[in-house]
């Protein structure tokens, strides 16, 4: 029986996943965890267990009651939070995580790790289009963890045999939970507040390029790699994927466009100016499409389209 669990749960990406997960294995067993007392509104019809994953005794006890075939580590401290505190972002990102990849090694033969890596593990020295094997430099906590958390999969993956698998994401947007404190967050904002006024103000200058996900893309992403046999598997660290490229006037015009009323953007930067330049404004992602057959299906226009109806949709059922 397929075993699925997944920390981190009631984050964007968890929430996303859960769902996704369980409409297209009907079949497996799914235990949600996260941090907070009980699964917000959309995950009510999962099972889910309160878990602060650095209390490592409790997280053995799930490991073990549980006893996974997969499992999907999400949980983690964003770029932004990460920034503000880097002591539970080295204890959060990286110790929890090689504890976890020791537990699997010791208790769970076979089970297959996935964890999310991010484009904060580039820096400058990757240049504005980073390529798989891109030099990292990155300048944040975030992305130094980041950095850590690829590494500690490669070493387990050769040194043990762990099946850990990884996507280095780039911004993802998504309309059924809002993001957690990362650099990217404006392009899940901005349409929220489309809804009711007709400005926006962001924390990034509007000229600021970025690679975007739209959380549809990342599902069947992870799906894919998470099917895909292991010896097709070239990189242990963790896959670049790419999306689309924009700005954050890229974001605003988009959505002026399909309301067919002005949107103004307004820019006030702040710390997250400093992360966000340093990152790459695409990803090179050949090893992906060559190993695994990845190719996102939309972009910006398309992402406006359906964030625009999904947010307003769920406004009217609050």
């Not at 390529?131 to 590494?151: C, F, I, N, W």
Request: with cysteine; net charge negative; hydrophobic share 40%.
């Amino acid at each position: 029986m397929e075993k699925i669990l997944i920390t981190g749960a009631a984050g964007q990406l968890g929430t996303d996943l859960a769902l996704y997960i369980q409409k297209r294995r009907p079949a497996a067993r799914i235990l949600l965890t996260d941090i907070r007392p009980e699964a917000p509104q959309d995950l009510a019809d999962f099972r889910y267990q309160p878990l602060d994953v650095n209390d490592w005794p409790a997280f053995e006890q799930v490991l073990a009651d549980f006893a996974p075939t997969e499992i999907y580590h999400l949980a983690a401290l964003l770029s932004g939070t990460a920034e503000k505190n880097p002591e539970l972002a080295w204890q959060l990102n990286v110790q929890t995580q090689k504890h976890l990849f020791d537990v699997c090694v010791q208790t769970l033969p076979g089970v297959k790790v996935f964890f999310p890596s991010s484009i904060a593990v580039f820096g400058p020295g990757a240049g504005k289009f980073a390529r798989q094997q891109a030099y990292l430099d990155p300048t944040s906590m975030y992305g130094v963890t980041k950095v850590a958390g690829e590494q500690l999969g490669n070493y387990y993956h050769f040194k043990h045999g762990l099946d850990v698998r990884s996507l280095r994401f780039p911004g993802l947007i998504s309309s059924k939970a809002m993001p957690g404190g990362g650099t990217t967050d404006y392009s899940v904002e901005i349409y929220h507040v489309a809804q009711q006024q007709d400005s926006y103000t962001c924390y990034l200058r509007d000229e600021t390029p970025m690679p975007f996900l739209y959380m549809p893309d990342a599902m069947q992403a992870i799906e894919k790699l998470m099917a895909a046999p292991a010896p097709a598997l070239t990189v242990r660290t963790s896959y670049n994927i790419h999306g689309f490229s924009a700005t954050p006037k890229d974001f605003a015009a988009s959505i002026a466009e399909a309301q067919g009323r002005p949107f103004e953007l307004l820019s006030h930067p702040d710390f997250r100016q400093a992360i966000a330049d340093s990152w790459p404004a695409e990803l090179e992602d050949d090893a992906a499409r060559k190993d695994w057959d990845w190719q996102p299906d939309f972009n910006l226009k398309a992402v406006t389209a359906d964030m625009l109806v999904a947010v307003g949709e769920a406004k009217q059922t609050v």
